[in-house]
């Protein structure tokens, strides 16, 4: 268990988030064990191997920038530089750490800028963050000024990345705890602000899914919901029969139509659709820091406009909601 799971923990105590932090130290053994990672001592010995260096520069409002010339001899950037590529592939970013810069297969930073001009402002908000990755976004919430902020995510590699940030970044009160929406306790009422991006269709109930968010969520707080979806006629929805690009575990994936009115049947209003845009071989692709097959091989060679199993291209939406 990292070293700050323990002031999350403490700081929960006497709050909405109680329930959650009691069961918290075994969800996080179990979202670590090394007997269910293997390579999970490996990449925990990356981390801890980075050096330490005072970061005199963070900025988290305009990208995820951290160190200035100066913080650190060359060596310790090559060192910093190394440690961090123990950990490819690095799929969400870009990050920006002591003159490494880690071009990430996706432009994390551009669905930022497409969700943050149509969302409450997170000043002083308390923040969950449903299937964050690496955290990237994390940290933008918390350069938005969020007074906390949680992710979750069940996969330990993306968590010790998000740990690599977080060593350059220090004692603040954004943490990412390797654990499945599934596991949250259920009823919180506790979060100001939830995020699901490019979760709810990698879950086999859409409508499970949508109601444990909302059972995060206070009453009048804002889910921010985003998504592949496929155009359709209202109450359509894409079932793919095996993969879809590439990914095999992708079960239901909406008209923007049918997301809104499976929104509003779980209770949420002001339902609003608030961007639409097709993946670019710009936003998600190969990199020296994520090196294997990305959406420009996931699509048929032949039909930009199909995937390789033929179905529509990638297109996400973003939707806003409120309890
Ligand atoms: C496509 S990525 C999205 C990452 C980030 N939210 C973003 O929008 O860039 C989906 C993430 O959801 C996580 N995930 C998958 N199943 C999950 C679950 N049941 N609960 C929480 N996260 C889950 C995956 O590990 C992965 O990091």
Same mark, same amino acid.
């Given at each position: 268990?990292?070293?700050?799971?323990?002031?999350?923990?403490?700081?929960?105590?006497?709050?909405?988030?109680?329930?959650?932090?009691?069961?918290?130290?075994?969800?996080?053994?179990?979202?670590?064990?090394?007997?269910?990672?293997?390579?999970?001592?490996?990449?925990?010995?990356?981390?801890?191997?980075?050096?330490?260096?005072?970061?005199?520069?963070?900025?988290?409002?305009?990208?995820?920038?951290?160190?200035?010339?100066?913080?650190?001899?060359?060596?310790?950037?090559?060192?910093?530089?190394?440690?961090?590529?123990?950990?490819?592939?690095?799929?969400?970013?870009?990050?920006?750490?002591?003159?490494?810069?880690?071009?990430?297969?996706?432009?994390?930073?551009?669905?930022?800028?497409?969700?943050?001009?149509?969302?409450?402002?997170?000043?002083?908000?308390?923040?969950?963050?449903?299937?964050?990755?690496?955290?990237?976004?994390?940290?933008?919430?918390?350069?938005?000024?969020?007074?906390?902020?949680?992710?979750?995510?069940?996969?330990?590699?993306?968590?010790?990345?998000?740990?690599?940030?977080?060593?350059?970044?220090?004692?603040?009160?954004?943490?990412?705890?390797?654990?499945?929406?599934?596991?949250?306790?259920?009823?919180?009422?506790?979060?100001?602000?939830?995020?699901?991006?490019?979760?709810?269709?990698?879950?086999?109930?859409?409508?499970?899914?949508?109601?444990?968010?909302?059972?995060?969520?206070?009453?009048?707080?804002?889910?921010?919901?985003?998504?592949?979806?496929?155009?359709?006629?209202?109450?359509?929805?894409?079932?793919?029969?095996?993969?879809?690009?590439?990914?095999?575990? %992708?079960?239901?994936?909406? #008209?923007?139509?049918?997301?809104?009115?499976?929104?509003?049947? /779980?209770? =949420?209003? $002001?339902? +609003?659709? %608030?961007?639409?845009?097709? #993946?670019?071989?710009?936003?998600?692709?190969?990199?020296?820091? /994520?090196? =294997?097959? $990305?959406? +420009?091989?996931?699509?048929?060679?032949?039909?930009?406009?199909?995937?390789?199993?033929?179905?529509?291209?990638?297109?996400?939406?973003?939707?806003?909601?409120?309890?």
């Amino acid at each position: 268990m990292f070293e700050h799971y323990q002031d999350l923990i403490t700081d929960l105590q006497n709050t909405d988030l109680q329930p959650w932090a009691d069961v918290m130290p075994e969800q996080i053994a179990s979202g670590l064990s090394e007997q269910r990672f293997g390579d999970l001592a490996g990449w925990k010995k990356a981390l801890y191997a980075l050096p330490k260096v005072s970061s005199t520069f963070i900025d988290l409002k305009n990208g995820v920038f951290i160190g200035e010339n100066g913080d650190c001899s060359p060596q310790i950037q090559q060192e910093i530089h190394d440690r961090l590529a123990d950990l490819i592939p690095w799929r969400k970013g870009p990050f920006h750490i002591h003159g490494t810069h880690i071009d990430t297969e996706w432009r994390s930073d551009w669905k930022w800028d497409r969700v943050l001009p149509h969302i409450l402002p997170l000043k002083n908000k308390t923040v969950l963050d449903v299937g964050c990755g690496s955290g990237y976004h994390c940290w933008r919430m918390y350069g938005e000024g969020a007074k906390r902020v949680i992710g979750i995510d069940p996969s330990p590699r993306f968590v010790v990345q998000f740990e690599m940030i977080k060593h350059f970044i220090g004692k603040v009160p954004v943490h990412v705890l390797p654990i499945p929406m599934e596991a949250v306790p259920s009823e919180l009422n506790a979060f100001d602000t939830v995020f699901s991006m490019g979760v709810l269709y990698h879950r086999r109930s859409p409508f499970d899914h949508i109601k444990e968010l909302r059972d995060t969520l206070k009453t009048g707080g804002q889910l921010v919901l985003e998504t592949l979806v496929v155009d359709g006629e209202f109450g359509y929805s894409l079932v793919p029969e095996k993969r879809y690009a590439m990914m095999n575990n %992708v079960w239901f994936i909406p #008209t923007p139509e049918t997301l809104a009115a499976w929104l509003k049947k /779980m209770g =949420f209003k $002001s339902i +609003e659709l %608030v961007d639409l845009n097709e #993946t670019s071989f710009e936003e998600q692709h190969q990199t020296e820091w /994520m090196k =294997f097959h $990305s959406l +420009e091989q996931f699509l048929d060679p032949n039909d930009h406009s199909k995937t390789a199993e033929g179905y529509p291209r990638p297109k996400r939406a973003v939707f806003t909601a409120i309890k």
